[in-house]
C-alpha cells in the first residue's frame, strides 16, 4: 500500500449488508479515477487472511462498522486519513470522490454518458 501512487482502499466483508449497500457507490467512484493513472481505488476483504493484521494495516484493536475507505499517500504505508460507512454514505459517491480528489491533489469526477461517448 502506498508504493509509488497514492492509494484508496475500501475494507469490507463479504457477509457485510453496509459493505453491499456501499459496492454502487465505489464502483462509482473507481470508474471516476479509472482514466487517472496517478491513483488507485481498491478493495480488501479483510477475511481474507491474516497478513493484513501482520502488515499492521488492520489491528486487532479496531472495533468499527464494516466497510471503511482509508487514504494512504504514495510511499507511506500508514493511512492519512480514514472514513466509516456512516460518513461514507452520508458523503455519496460525489463527496467521496472530493475527498480523494483533495488528499491525492487530483482532480476526477464523474462523467456524464455523454462525455463517455464522447471518449469512444
Sequence with gaps: IGRSRPVAVEFYTPSCGNCEAFDPMW?????????????????CDILAGTTLQNKGVLHDSEK???PVVKFYNKDDPNPIAQKTFDELFSMGSLGIIDWINELSGLDARIQN????????
Design 64 to 66: 468499527t462498522t464494516w
Design 113 to 120: 454518458k455523454d462525455e463517455q461517448k464522447e471518449e469512444l
Design 27 to 43: 464502483r462509482e467512484v473507481a470508474r471516476a479515477y479509472s482514466p487517472e493513472p496517478g491513483m488507485v481505488i481498491a478493495k
